[in-house]
């Protein structure tokens, strides 16, 4: 049985001299706290430091953000994919000012009402920010607990998901939010997927997996699913004013974003030139190949380069395309095309 008192004097004085020193650990602010949450979902943390920064020079605080150019926050947000994350959290942000006078609520029922905060975002700034005894349970702490525990359920459901946060509070010190930093940075550092630091882990005697020899064995993975491959063709249509159409996506997870015309490689030219209303010129220039990967989709896309001298709403001066914002996949494309 757990001895509670020790485990959590054994994690958190390893985390007080162990952790890493990040540029969100450095503040109290509830905001910044959040938006580095709000980054640092489905991102790794050395990817997310640079935006964080750039982030809290461009948007220091609550009215900042919330009064932002959409645009501008979406070309700034560039690289970090995930685009619902920013507009959610410019929505949550927009309602804090209104609502709350520009202050980030403390009262955990008031703060899960918000756009985009759901259990893992809610406990973690309700805890760091405020101290409130709410667990923030991501793949990391899943691992720990599960190992911790010896528990061979599918962290993946939500019914094993809620267990695990139960659990963790009900053995949560008055420290919660640097409690839950500790189980954090213990699986981000230690208690790692693949070859974990058993060795150096400040909890090893509390560990049932590692009693057991069953570390390696947790937590029990189920068999991904295969990714759906997708293949596009996409075109550089061109004009003799040395501009390039470009269309705003509307309605989808990229909305407002910047894509270049993609179809279907089944697609023939006729119907594009049909659906765009354009006459167009195909020289049957190849600009390159690229492979997109995606939380669930792999996408295969072939750049061709397009004439016309029929005019079009959509075309825009190649010298203004690094101004707006791209999803990573058609920026990788387009970096084949300014090569």
Not at 81 to 86: H, V
Not at 136 to 154: E, I, S, T
Request: hydrophobic letters at 40%.
């Amino acid at each position: 049985m757990l001895n509670i008192s020790d485990f959590n004097n054994n994690l958190l004085v390893w985390y007080q001299a162990n952790k890493r020193d990040l540029p969100w650990r450095r503040t109290s602010d509830p905001y910044r706290i959040w938006l580095s949450e709000v980054m640092l979902q489905q991102t790794q943390v050395i990817t997310v430091i640079p935006y964080f920064e750039k982030f809290i020079t461009n948007y220091p605080d609550i009215d900042s953000l919330a009064d932002a150019d959409e645009g501008r926050l979406l070309k700034d947000w560039e690289g970090l994919g995930y685009y619902n994350r920013i507009r959610n959290f410019q929505t949550a942000v927009k309602e804090v000012q209104n609502t709350y006078d520009s202050k980030v609520p403390d009262d955990p029922d008031a703060f899960f009402s918000l756009k985009g905060v759901g259990p893992y975002i809610g406990g973690a700034v309700q805890s760091i920010a405020f101290n409130n005894l709410l667990a923030a349970v991501d793949g990391n702490v899943l691992r720990v607990m599960a190992r911790l525990n010896l528990d061979y359920r599918d962290m993946t459901k939500a019914s094993v998901q809620k267990s695990v946060k139960q659990n963790i509070e009900a053995i949560m010190p008055l420290e919660a939010g640097d409690f839950n930093q500790a189980l954090m940075e213990l699986g981000a550092t230690i208690c790692t997927p693949r070859a974990p630091k058993c060795i150096m882990c400040p909890v090893q005697g509390h560990c049932e997996a590692y009693k057991a020899g069953e570390v390696a064995s947790l937590p029990v993975k189920k068999k991904a699913k295969a990714k759906k491959e997708i293949y596009y063709n996409v075109y550089f249509i061109l004009n003799d004013n040395e501009e390039i159409i470009l269309r705003k996506q509307e309605g989808t997870l990229l909305q407002g974003m910047y894509e270049l015309p993609k179809y279907d490689i089944d697609t023939s030219v006729e119907s594009i030139e049909e659906e765009l209303g354009l006459t167009l010129d195909h020289p049957n220039l190849h600009v390159g190949s690229v492979k997109h990967v995606f939380t669930h989709q792999v996408w295969y896309m072939e750049g061709y380069v397009l004439y016309t001298k029929d005019a079009h709403p959509d075309f825009i001066s190649l010298n203004e395309v690094e101004k707006l914002p791209m999803s990573k996949a058609m920026q990788k494309i387009y970096r084949q095309f300014e090569g």
